[in-house]
Every structure is written in C-alpha cells, then in structure tokens.
C-alpha cells in the first residue's frame, strides 16, 4: 500500500513571518503567495510491516535529521496508532537553496498520507493539516496566487487566480549555498518576542494583503511590485530588530537588489522578494524573464540562475 505525491514551492509575496500559536504551528499574519511550475518535490508513503520504526529517504539518502518533523505530520494526517511507514522523497532542485523545499515537502507528504489512510480530505482541510508541518506548507496545496486567511481558530487557503490567468516568472539567484544560520521557525519566535517592530507587522499586514489583493484581481503589476518589495524590506527590519539579530542576506543578495533597481529604471517590469535565506527572488513579465536572467546571472558572486513560471497546487499522482 502506497502513495505518491508531488507539489511545488511558493514563493511568498506578502509573507508569513511569526506565530501566534506556536503548539497548533498557527499565524500571526495573513500571507499572500504564487505557486511555481517547474520545481518540485515528490513523497511516496507506504506502508511497511517489516520495519522497526518509520524511515525517510531523501533524494536516495537516508535523513535521520527531518524524520521527528516528518513523523509529527504523519501523526496528524495518518493518527497517532499507525503502522511504520517509509516515505521517500525526491526533490528536482537544491534543497539547501533557500527555496522553500520544506513547503513542497510537506504539502507532497499531506497529500500522500491523505491517500494511504484512504481520507479523501478536502484541498482546505488538507492545506491545513501542512501548514501545522510548515506554515508555508499550506500555500502549496493551491496553484498560481494564493491566499492564506489567518481566521481566529484556524487558517483558509485559497486561489486567488488561477498561474494560467497572469503567467508572471520567477528567476531565482542563488547567491550562497548552505543551511541558514537560524531556521525559519526559530528565527520567527525570537522575532515574536524581542523586535521592537514586531506588533506593528502584524497590525499592519492586512493593509498589504489588501493592496496585493487588489493588484493580483487587476493584475496590476506595478502596483504588485510595490506593495510586494515593501513587505519583504518590512519583513527584514523585523529580523534585523530582533535580538540576536537576524540578518540573512549576504553581500551578493544586495547586488541583485540593485541589479534589480536598474532594470526598473530602465523600465523593466521586474520586483524583488526575499526569503529567509540570501537568495534573491525577480518576480516579472514574461517579455522581460530573458532580460531579468541574463543580468542576474551577469551579477558579479551570483553563483546560479534559476527558472520558473506559475503553477499548479500540490496532486496526488498515484496509489498502489
Ligand atoms: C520567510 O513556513 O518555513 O519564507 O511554519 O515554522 O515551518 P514554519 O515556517 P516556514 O516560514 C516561511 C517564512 C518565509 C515567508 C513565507 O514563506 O511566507
């Protein structure tokens, strides 16, 4: 008995930074995301008898590391009596790179857990149950512009426009390999409890979600563009006010920034967003993607370029 499934990252537009309910792994904010295309993360769960306890290969190699989280998301989609289960993943681009691997991971993981215990759960339900795994986790259940509505008890998740409907790209620049100094769910506790700017994020996230909201229904790219750097650049002086600071970017994440500038002064309809992590996220028109890979990848430390467009949300591809 098994299941395969695959998603994609998302790359947030309006960010997810901050918890309120670290136990149930819920929000502190509403986040507004895009799905890519090209990139993604298989997981194939099945049962098996014969082992002792669960097993996670990853690209091939077993990972002794990700099993406790893995194992915790099992636990909520699967139960907690459950027979030992192997689940194999692979993954088409570096996991390392700072691209969200760990939100395709686990929307690929709820979706075939889902079908191994035979659940048939709603794409809400299911998006809700990834992101206890990983906050971003839930944006991936969904394809193109994704929503995710911070409600009092829970979160919702839902398209806000189909990848087909505005086929925006997004080129990657990978500017350093590595794990990160801090991870993302630590990093957003000390965030919580020691920026001096943290409440003001939170108080002020529902006036972006609100303009990117109405960039994406008018596809307004200008107007997505501003509204998208402001959050990420708000999102990052939360980090460099918490204590210890956290400052993820590197020398080359600010020479993309200003590759970026330029194209804009230029007129090249080009946006920056940034993770936590040193890579540097272009989000543009079709017409402008070869003019925005070709300068990022002439950026001086710029180590890869990488390629996407918009896609769909996370499917189950097929059981055994
Ligand atoms: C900066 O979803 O990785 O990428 O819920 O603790 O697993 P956990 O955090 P995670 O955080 C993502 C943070 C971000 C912004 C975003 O994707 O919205």
Not at 95 to 124: N, P, Y
Not at 199 to 213: G, K, N, S, T
Request: proline share 5%; aromatic share 6%.
């Amino acid at each position: 008995m098994r299941a395969i499934a695959r998603a994609q990252p998302n790359i947030a537009l309006i960010k997810y930074w901050g918890k309120r309910d670290a136990g149930r792994n819920l929000p502190a904010v509403g986040s507004i995301s895009v799905t890519l295309a090209e990139l993604y993360t298989t997981m194939c769960v099945e049962y098996d008898d014969t082992l002792l306890d669960d097993e996670l290969i990853i690209n091939g190699q077993a990972d002794g590391g990700m099993l406790p989280r893995i194992q915790r998301c099992l636990g909520t989609v699967l139960g907690a009596r459950r027979r030992p289960v192997r689940v194999t993943s692979q993954c088409n681009f570096p996991i390392a790179a700072g691209l969200a691997s760990s939100a395709s991971a686990f929307a690929a993981l709820t979706v075939a857990a889902d079908a191994l215990a035979e659940r048939k759960r709603s794409t809400d339900e299911l998006a809700s149950l990834a992101g206890r795994a990983s906050g971003s986790a839930a944006r991936s259940l969904y394809g193109g512009f994704v929503e995710l509505e911070n409600r009092p008890r829970d979160v919702s998740v839902s398209s806000l426009r189909a990848a087909a409907d505005w086929p925006l790209q997004v080129v990657v620049a990978i500017t350093a390999t590595g794990p990160k100094p801090v991870g993302s769910t630590e990093a957003m506790e000390i965030s919580r409890k020691t920026s001096p700017f943290f409440e003001r994020w939170v108080e002020q996230q529902p006036q972006d979600l609100a303009a990117a909201r109405e960039a994406i229904a008018g596809r307004d790219f200008s107007a997505l563009a501003t509204v998208a750097e402001h959050n990420c650049l708000k999102m990052h002086s939360v980090m460099w006010g918490s204590r210890p600071p956290m400052i993820y970017w590197n020398s080359v994440t600010l020479a993309c920034m200003q590759t970026i500038r330029n194209l804009q002064e230029d007129g090249v309809p080009v946006f920056f967003t940034i993770d936590a992590g040193p890579q540097v996220k272009a989000v543009c028109t079709p017409e402008a993607v070869s003019q925005v890979h070709v300068a990022l990848a002439e950026t001086t430390g710029v180590e890869a370029v990488m390629l996407s467009g918009l896609g769909e949300g996370a499917a189950l591809e097929s059981t055994a």
